[in-house]
């Protein structure tokens, strides 16, 4: 019996939590801050595009094959992650059902790939990609951020990245190595997937598999797979319809733009994933209080960190696709200024959906995100043909936008008692005045290299608007000083006593 009510996991403070993350975030960063000049000199526009097409176009059949679990998973979870059995039991039920989906979708992903004539290229490279499939739908990152196992994930994640980003400058060495780098990425990915499946079985009751039910997943998996699909097919499909539309050169110098885009939407979304499992085990316990509390600090550390990113994405437009692309990839810049509106709007949706899907309305998101999928399709097949890399960034910002607005919308009535708890003037003023003085420096800057160019800029952005934070004692900034000068004060205090 103690064994049903035993906790699997004893949860850290959110503030650790969000540390953790941030840490995964900034590695998300700093890694292809590394590879991606290398790989775009070496692989060239060719080389880049082909990768691109085929990393995005598979990623329509991964999507389906993680049947919706990446947000499902923590969900479920979160809400029986006090009891061993039925964790062990829900959690068994969706590898069930991801092995089945995994299987269709390989089939189907295969079954084009050799019938197409669009794929003969380099259909070898196609054909791999196939595994792709597996690791992503395997990757059980939704397993241990229910249980708010950050640290572990943190850890994982920057030995798996360093190791192959190490093999990337070793075995990947001229244009013709683009199946070796396709190979590596997998395999990173692939790693990870094996150290987790290895972890997880020290956390569940193995023997809970002969009481499964995973039929009994399959209908809220579905409607988890409609949102979150639709999210990543919009996602990928501005690579897509240029690839079709375009030439594989001009999917090689736009996917510089689009990685910086999605590695920045990675790290803003990453704060409501961060507060989910917290939130749902508030609501599932009835903590009302500490639920408004918490998803304030969430909305308001949103626009902290949208603001931020996008500000700092249009000012260091220029110089951070020169760093990564040199000369050759200017033509990125366009792009990702207009990619950049699409950074805010996520940050706000990445913490507003997590109220619709704590309280069962993820039917409302993934009609938001079908919403914006078609939006973002429509306008790319329409923007392209007059403003061609340019397009599919607009088209991307404005299916963000309805997916936002859509959202908010939805969720209001249960976000007006946070709202009333935020800061949001302060943070407005802080990020104007940041962009105001980032511009000024950019322009004094103009004249140095790319490297330079980014850092004073970027510096000055950061500190101006760090600083008005400050002087403005925006709520969260000062509650996260605060917490700050207590612990510090408490170590001096335990160490002079020793």
């Not at 990768?51 to 998973?73: K, L, R």
């Not at 973002?376 to 404005?398: D, N, R």
């Not at 004692?473 to 996260?480: A, C, N, P, Q, Y």
Request: glycine share 8%; aromatic share 10%.
């Amino acid at each position: 019996m103690s064994q049903q009510t035993e906790p699997v996991q004893k949860s850290h403070s959110v503030a650790y939590n969000v540390a953790m993350n941030a840490i995964v975030m900034t590695s998300s960063f700093i890694f292809p801050l590394i590879t991606v000049p290398y790989i775009s000199r070496v692989l060239l526009e060719y080389g880049n595009g082909l990768v691109s097409f085929a990393q995005s176009f598979v990623y329509y059949f991964s999507a389906v094959a993680s049947m919706g679990v990446a947000s499902y998973g923590v969900v479920a979870c979160s809400r029986v992650r006090d009891d061993k059995v039925g964790f062990s039991r829900v959690s068994l039920e969706i590898i069930a059902v991801l092995v089945g989906s995994s299987f269709l979708m390989s089939i189907l992903y295969l079954f084009l790939v050799l019938l197409l004539p669009r794929f003969g290229d380099a259909r070898a490279l196609y054909v791999f990609m196939v595994t792709s499939v597996w690791t992503t739908a395997f990757s059980l990152e939704w397993f241990f951020q229910s249980i708010e196992q950050y640290d572990y994930i943190t850890v994982r994640a920057l030995i798996v990245r360093t190791i192959g980003t190490v093999c990337i400058f070793i075995f990947v060495r001229d244009a013709s190595d683009y199946l070796t780098y396709a190979i590596i990425t997998v395999a990173s990915q692939g790693a990870s997937c094996l150290i987790n499946l290895l972890r997880m079985r020290k956390l569940i009751d193995l023997g809970e598999a002969k009481n499964i039910r995973p039929l009994s997943q399959v209908k809220p998996m579905v409607t988890y797979l409609v949102m979150n699909t639709s999210k990543g097919m919009a996602s990928k499909s501005d690579v897509v319809v240029l690839g079709f539309l375009g030439t594989t050169e001009m999917v090689g110098v736009y996917q510089i733009a689009s990685k910086i885009e999605n590695m920045v939407v990675a790290a803003v979304e990453s704060v409501g994933s961060v507060l989910l499992p917290r939130l749902t085990s508030y609501r599932t316990h009835g903590e009302e209080g500490r639920y408004e509390e918490l998803l304030a600090f969430g909305l308001d550390f949103a626009l902290i960190i949208g603001l931020f990113a996008l500000g700092g994405s249009v000012l260091c437009a220029s110089s951070m696709v020169g760093i990564l692309g040199g000369e050759a990839y200017s033509g990125a810049v366009a792009p990702l200024v207009a990619l950049a509106p699409a950074i805010l709007f996520a940050a706000g949706t990445g913490v507003v959906s997590q109220v619709l899907l704590i309280d069962k309305n993820e039917k409302t998101f993934a009609l938001a995100n079908f919403v914006g999928l078609f939006i973002t399709v429509v306008a790319a097949l329409a923007l392209v043909p007059f403003l061609g890399i340019t397009g599919p960034g607009l088209a991307v910002s404005l299916g963000q936008l309805g997916v936002f607005v859509i959202t908010i919308h939805s969720a209001r009535s249960r976000l007006a008692p946070a709202f009333r708890l935020t800061d949001y003037p302060k943070i407005t003023i802080a990020a104007v005045a940041a962009c105001i003085a980032g511009a000024v420096v950019l322009v004094s800057a103009s004249s140095c290299n790319a490297i330079l160019e980014f850092i004073f800029t970027g510096c000055t952005y950061a500190i101006v608007f760090l600083a008005v934070l400050r002087i403005t004692r925006e709520k969260l900034v000062m509650t996260l000083i605060v917490q700050l000068t207590n612990k510090s004060k408490g170590r001096r205090g335990a160490s002079g006593e020793q």
